[in-house]
């Protein structure tokens, strides 16, 4: 039952929570004020979920509190409140754990389904806009209803779909069923990040569609070796075909997809800084964002400012260093893992999740959903 606050003898939550408030009144100086809000609902995820006894923090939190936070102090070159809130956030879902013999509360199944709806209605509504705008690469973000970003919405959604269907009574057959519809929506967006996600979903949680997904992706690249010959020696020819191609055909050449659609070229030129700029040791928590500031060329000219390199495992590493950087990401691994999220990793290196509150707080309900190694 949920007690007082303050007469319990909590007092690492009661710090962690104060501490997320203090995270929260920082981002308010920001412009996106959704951004903060969303930083405001997360810290009322975690404190409530850990308060109440739905997740508790395991005895590596110590390890991370009174070890992490000095060593993230001394790896800073530039104090960085917002992002050192953001790996805080990080680092204590990768180390608490689920009350699981606690059932899943009727209330939070009934807030998923109903937030699920609301999301979904929104999904709906940007299909049937993207039909009225014409079906073209550049719709494809125009038509998005609510959400100022396609990816993001589309990325949210991989993971709502997942949380949505464990949350409830369905049968293997019906999870299949919702998992895989949302594939093909994915796929309509041409969201490269979610596509490879949602894919990687079905074959994780479905290991009898392991064989048949491997012979589509082997007949799909056996489909692209002309195109990937001709723009290896002939760039020329690969570029005129190329200009002849419809959307739907240029959606299934693997050169232009990974290459030249969208942001591609912008995001090959931010790993490749990002990597030759990496060192053992780290250039400290929210350094990222400020050394790449003009140094990457992206297709308006000098990029002004990035916030992060579209690869979480790389801001680490850059962060960090490498040496810190490898031990947090092998952590993290084993965190997905157990929690069966693995199917998140395109998104990882592809995009930045870690930065966006809302895709933090879905992360900590899925622990509350999903126990440790529970099979799906």
Not at 109 to 117: D, E
Request: proline content about 3%; aromatic content about 18%; some cysteine.
């Amino acid at each position: 039952m949920f007690s007082i606050p303050f007469t319990n003898g909590k007092p690492k939550e009661y710090v962690f929570g104060f501490f997320l408030l203090t995270t929260f009144i920082s981002t308010t100086h920001q412009l996106d004020n959704f951004y903060a809000l969303g930083w405001f609902f997360l810290s009322l995820v975690v404190f409530v979920s850990t308060y109440t006894g739905l997740i508790r923090p395991t005895e590596k939190i110590k390890s991370i509190v009174l070890i992490g936070i000095p060593l993230i102090y001394a790896v800073c070159f530039k104090f960085d409140l917002d992002q050192l809130g953001i790996y805080l956030i990080l680092f204590y879902w990768m180390t608490c754990e689920l009350e699981s013999e606690k059932p899943i509360s009727p209330i939070i199944r009934v807030f998923i389904n109903i937030t699920f709806t609301f999301w979904a209605c929104f999904l709906i509504l940007s299909l049937l806009n993207l039909i009225k705008l014409g079906y073209t690469h550049l719709n494809t973000y125009k038509c998005v209803i609510y959400f100022a970003h396609r990816n993001l919405f589309l990325e949210y959604g991989v993971l709502f779909t997942y949380i949505f269907s464990q949350s409830n009574s369905f049968n293997q057959n019906q999870k299949l069923l919702i998992q895989f519809l949302y594939l093909v929506v994915v796929i309509v967006f041409q969201a490269k990040a979610a596509i490879f996600s949602a894919i990687l979903l079905l074959v994780l949680n479905h290991t009898y569609l392991r064989v048949p997904l491997f012979v589509c992706g082997l007949t799909f690249f056996s489909y692209n070796i002309p195109s990937l010959y001709k723009y290896a020696f002939n760039k020329w020819d690969y570029f005129n075909e190329l200009q002849t191609k419809n959307i739907v055909s240029k959606n299934l050449d693997l050169v232009y997809v990974f290459r030249y659609s969208g942001s591609a070229t912008d995001r090959i030129n931010t790993y490749d800084w990002t990597i030759q700029n990496l060192n053992f040791f780290g250039h400290g928590i929210g350094s990222w964002k400020h050394q790449s500031m003009g140094k990457i060329e992206v297709k308006e000219g000098l990029n002004i400012l990035h916030r992060r390199p579209h690869n979480e495992f790389l801001l680490i590493l850059y962060e960090y260093g490498i040496i810190t950087g490898v031990l947090i990401i092998f952590f993290l691994l084993i965190r997905l893992k157990r929690n069966n999220l693995l199917f998140l990793l395109p998104i990882i290196l592809i995009s930045f999740p870690f930065e966006r509150p809302d895709f933090l707080s879905l992360l900590f309900f899925s622990v509350i959903i999903i126990p440790n190694d529970q099979d799906i």
